[in-house]
């Protein structure tokens, strides 16, 4: 069983920044991909970026890439989500997700990959 737990959101301007971190417990933290979906109101769930369990592997949506960065410290087990150039648009709440995989290259992007996920965090970016 793996517990996420999401924090560093908040309120920001257009333009700019924030990290959201995702502390992961459980076992064999090393062996799960992970993503970060986001949520606006009225709308469905939709993917923003995973990374491999190596680490050597990553995707974005097209929306966000340049502007974000998923990376991982598996050492502490957290993921990190770095968000520059925030827009209105980017406006959810920002979920962490975990998929056990034996492939150090995998890099799940649905949710229907994903087991376990954390309660989310808000991010709101006022123009």
């Known amino acids: 069983q793996v517990q996420l737990v999401e924090s560093g959101g908040g309120l920001v301007q257009a333009g700019g920044s924030l990290r959201l971190s995702c502390a992961a417990s459980?076992?064999?933290?090393?062996?799960?991909?992970m993503a970060w979906f986001r949520q606006a109101p009225g709308k469905e769930r939709e993917f923003v970026a995973a990374i491999s369990w190596s680490g050597g592997s990553t995707y974005y949506r097209e929306s966000v890439k340049v502007r974000f960065t998923i990376s991982r410290d598996n050492a502490e087990n957290t993921v990190y989500l770095r968000m520059n150039s925030l827009k209105p648009e980017d406006t959810a709440v920002y979920s962490c997700?975990?998929?056990?995989?034996?492939?150090?290259?995998?890099?799940?992007?649905?949710?229907?990959?994903?087991?376990?996920w954390g309660q989310g965090t808000q991010v709101t970016v006022s123009s």
């Open positions: 459980g076992p064999i933290f090393s062996r799960y991909a």
């Open positions: 997700a975990a998929a056990y995989s034996v492939s150090s290259t995998y890099v799940p992007r649905t949710v229907g990959d994903f087991r376990f």
